[in-house]
């Protein structure tokens, strides 16, 4: 089982930036997609941004242009980094892996969930 410890998260004021660090357990890191996902109070978590084993990047509308995802295969880290953070985007960020076949990825994440990183954005 794949394990996750994120880190990074903090109160920072509307337009201000975080950089959220992510390590996992496991010596298959370098083949897998990584996902960065959030989950704020009473919604469902939702996937933020996500970046396969070849180094490509995707993300959800509400991110573009602010969020960027990285990976270091050699430390088993996956980061993100936050610009011009807004309110809404106050929630707690966790990663997580998800099998990439190439042109497919599994559809559910496989790993276990860390505690997750709180952030917040105060306006």
């Known amino acids: 089982q794949v394990h996750f410890v994120e880190s990074g998260g903090g109160l920072v004021q509307a337009g201000g930036s975080l950089r959220l660090s992510c390590a996992a357990s496991?010596?298959?890191?370098?083949?897998?997609?990584m996902v960065w996902y959030r989950q704020a109070p009473g919604k469902q978590r939702e996937m933020v941004a996500a970046?396969?084993?070849?180094?490509?990047?995707y993300y959800t509308d509400s991110v573009k242009g602010r969020f960027t995802i990285s990976r270091d295969n050699t430390k088993n880290s996956v980061y993100l980094q936050m610009n011009s953070l807004k309110p809404e985007d106050t929630a707690v960020y966790y990663c997580?892996?998800?099998?990439?076949?190439?042109?497919?990825?599994?559809?559910?994440?496989?790993?276990?969930w860390g505690q997750g990183t709180q952030v917040t954005v105060t306006s």
């Open positions: 970046i396969s084993s070849g180094g490509t990047t």
């Open positions: 496991g010596s298959t890191f370098s083949i897998n997609a």
């Open positions: 997580n892996a998800r099998h990439d076949y190439g042109s497919t990825w599994s559809a559910t994440p496989f790993g276990s």
